[in-house]
T-cell receptor, first 109, second 111 residues
Framework: GENVEQHPSTLSVQEGDSAVIKCTYSDSASNYFPWYKQELGKRPQLIIDIRSNVGEKKDQRIAVTLNKTAKHFSLHITETQPEDSAVYFCAAPPSKIIFGSGTRLSIQP | NAGVTQTPKFQVLKTGQSMTLQCAQDMNHEYMSWYRQDPGMGLRLIHYSVGAGITDQGEVPNGYNVSRSTTEDFPLRLLSAAPSQTSVYFC??????????FGQGTRLTVV
């Protein structure tokens, strides 16, 4: 069945530095790769996504890269700011949406 | 366009009681799903539906029932509440293979 593994589970970076979170998936049929951000006490919200015909997508300070051969995709956040502190989830839904276990990102001032 | 509407926001149940969490979406999405999120944990899939009349089990289905009689609604039923079901529940909807929209969440406590 589908499996999505996300690493690391926690990540602490200095403000202004970069953060990278990686997900691996098992289902070759996956063709849509989203990243969600969940702030404390709130619902998850999509921050960026990529489809399988694209290798990289950027939106200001965030980017997602995809390696379909290796079945992994990564979230990159550059010039981190305090408001980037949150839990981030990946997903790889060919049919049902299974989320990775989440990464708690803390930005240190 | 309200998106995904989930009720109630908070609920306290006694062990053994039953209840239904409501979820409705107005985006004509085929896919709807229910997740539970325990403190400090990820989102675990309980049940999902790919269209009216079609439901299937997720990762943690035991103790929960769902039905999908219309495209808009996807209620989650707790048959006999247990303390282990204390959690935050999220409903979500999407087009198949697309962005998921989440409801506001239901914080359920079973005592």
């Amino acid at each position: 069945g589908e499996n999505v593994e996300q690493h690391p589970s926690t990540l602490s970076v200095q403000e202004g530095d970069s953060a990278v979170i990686k997900c691996t998936y098992s289902d070759s049929a996956s063709n849509y790769f989203p990243w969600y951000k969940q702030e404390l006490g709130k619902r998850p919200q999509l921050i960026i996504d990529i489809r399988s015909n694209v290798g990289e997508k950027k939106d200001q300070r965030i980017a997602v890269t995809l390696n379909k051969t290796a079945k992994h995709f990564s979230l990159h956040i550059t010039e981190t700011q305090p408001e980037d502190s949150a839990v981030y989830f990946c997903a790889a839904p060919p049919s049902k949406i299974i989320f990775g276990s989440g990464t708690r990102l803390s930005i240190q001032p | 366009n309200a998106g995904v509407t989930q009720t109630p926001k908070f609920q306290v149940l006694k062990t053994g009681q039953s209840m239904t969490l409501q979820c409705a979406q107005d985006m004509n999405h085929e896919y709807m799903s229910w997740y539970r999120q325990d403190p400090g944990m990820g989102l675990r899939l309980i049940h999902y539906s790919v269209g009216a009349g079609i439901t299937d089990q997720g990762e943690v289905p035991n103790g929960y029932n769902v039905s999908r009689s219309t495209t808009e609604d996807f209620p989650l039923r707790l048959l006999s509440a247990a303390p282990s079901q204390t959690s935050v529940y999220f409903c979500a909807s999407s087009r198949t293979g697309g962005k998921a929209f989440f409801g506001q969440g239901t914080r359920l406590t079973v005592v």
